[in-house]
């Protein structure tokens, strides 16, 4: 795992994007894995600057969402087809209909959820996976206990993620009990891996990341197991990190190789 840490959340958040334009440049037909969250705005607002400054196309790639809350349809204003339109489709080159996200509003979501997974497969699995963490240390929304070898399914939304996720609702009651998820067995055969994430709060699910036990209580742990993962981190988000002296001295202020 490289582990790269920043002194702000902006130069982390630089990093994540000049690594995804990197990726594009060099295979610019490659198949994204993205996230949404608070955590990626910025990412994509680098992302959108950069194509308008003619450093980056997505006209050949295609894009694979993680999740999207079930009975949400994708003109629901909270929906995460909603939140990507807004935040990035809407504003770069993407070809028509080369963007995916479950649909939340399928009448049967286990069906829909296996038939994102084998599309996923038919597209030859993601060449990039963008990651945000969330503080309880789930993936997409594999919220803890869920099998590391899982594949896209139906899950059930804990207290805690919901409480998160409400600032993007009117109420807490709106927020959706149920998600289709990307498993963390569809994630792990990702040919490389970027996870983002900056702040305190996220500080305690990066240590169980990074350096605790492999372990279903920290689904994002299972990330341990990939080949190519790049953890992107701000200071404070590294701040419960046992070697974060030996991360910084491999990767001074997260510089990092492109
Ligand atoms: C959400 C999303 C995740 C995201 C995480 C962190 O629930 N399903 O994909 O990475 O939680 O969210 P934020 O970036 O808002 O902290």
């Keep these: ?14 990093c994540v994007a000049d690594l995804m334009i ?7 037909d490659a198949v994204l894995g993205l996230a949404t969250g608070g955590t990626m ?18 006209a050949a790639a295609r894009s694979f969402n993680l999740d999207e809350y079930v009975g949400l349809a994708p003109d629901h204003p909270c929906s995460y087809w909603t939140y990507m339109r807004e935040h990035l489709f809407a504003q770069v080159d993407f070809a028509a209909g ?3 996200l479950p649909r939340g509003d399928a009448a049967d979501p286990e069906a829909e959820a296996a038939r994102y997974e084998a599309e996923i497969a038919v597209a030859g699995d993601i060449s990039l996976q963008l990651l945000g963490l969330g503080s309880n240390g789930h993936i997409g929304f594999n919220e803890p206990t869920s099998s590391l070898s899982s594949l896209t399914r139906i899950k059930t939304l804990t207290h805690s993620t919901r409480a998160a996720n409400a600032r993007f609702f ?13 498993g963390i067995g569809t994630i792990l055969r990702a040919d490389e891996v970027l996870l983002l994430a900056y702040g305190a ?17 920290c ?16 200071e404070a988000a590294a701040s419960r990190l046992a070697l974060r002296d030996y991360y910084e001295a491999v990767h001074p202020k997260g510089r990092a190789e492109i």
Aim: proline share 7%; hydrophobic share 50%; charged share 25%.
């Design 201 to 217: 709060g996220k500080a305690e699910a990066a240590a169980a990341m990074i350096e605790g036990p492999l372990a279903a209580a």
């Design 98 to 100: 080369r963007t995916a």
């Design 22 to 28: 990197a990726r594009l440049a060099r295979q610019p």
């Design 219 to 234: 689904p994002a742990s299972a990330l341990q197991l990939h080949r190519k993962v790049t953890v992107v981190l701000d």
């Design 170 to 182: 009117d109420r807490f009651d709106d927020v959706p009990r149920l998600a289709i998820t990307m």
């Design 1 to 14: 795992m490289r582990v790269l840490i920043h002194p702000t959340p902006e130069l982390a958040i630089d």
């Design 41 to 58: 705005e910025a990412v994509y607002a680098r992302l959108i600057a950069a194509h308008h400054a003619g450093r980056v196309s997505f």
